[in-house]
């Protein structure tokens, strides 16, 4: 009998352990205030798009057209969405966007995953200051594995597309973040 009451007051232990351990994993935790996003984000009026190129091995396939299509596409999308006025010259411009496509084991191999590196292609979007030529910020967005051509080109276009819209999100944050730098 001894044995039986050691054992209920050792399952009530553990229960209670376990129920307050469950307690405090559904607590959740403290919200961290968001960096602030660089000014010059936010304020700038004219962009020079950069062409920094695409890894070679990626067109004709697993994409269609050249090496040139990326920065073709992200600058109509730059220039549909009508923020910037978008420069020739990188001297009038207030911040210089660098495009590139990079293919980290070339194109498109799944199986050479190591770790926590991407095997994907990915596009990287650097966003420096043209005056200090610093980094103010990068943005990168892979592009999913396919089998098909047609499926290569639409994964293309999402991740341009997302990016595209990664660069919104960024330069549309609120004034209150900007001024907190």
Known sequence: MRNVTSLKIFLLVCAAILFAANAGAQTPPPSA???PVPPALLNAKTVFISNAGADSGLFPHPFSGDPDRPYNEFFANIQAWSRYQIVTDPSEADLVFELRLIAPYGPSNPNKQNGAADPLPMFRLVILDRKTHYVLWA???SIEFAFLQKTHDHNFDEALSAITMDLKRLTSAPAS???NH
């Open 139 to 141: 943005l990168t967005e």
């Open 177 to 179: 973040t900007a001024a």
């Open 33 to 35: 205030s968001l960096a």
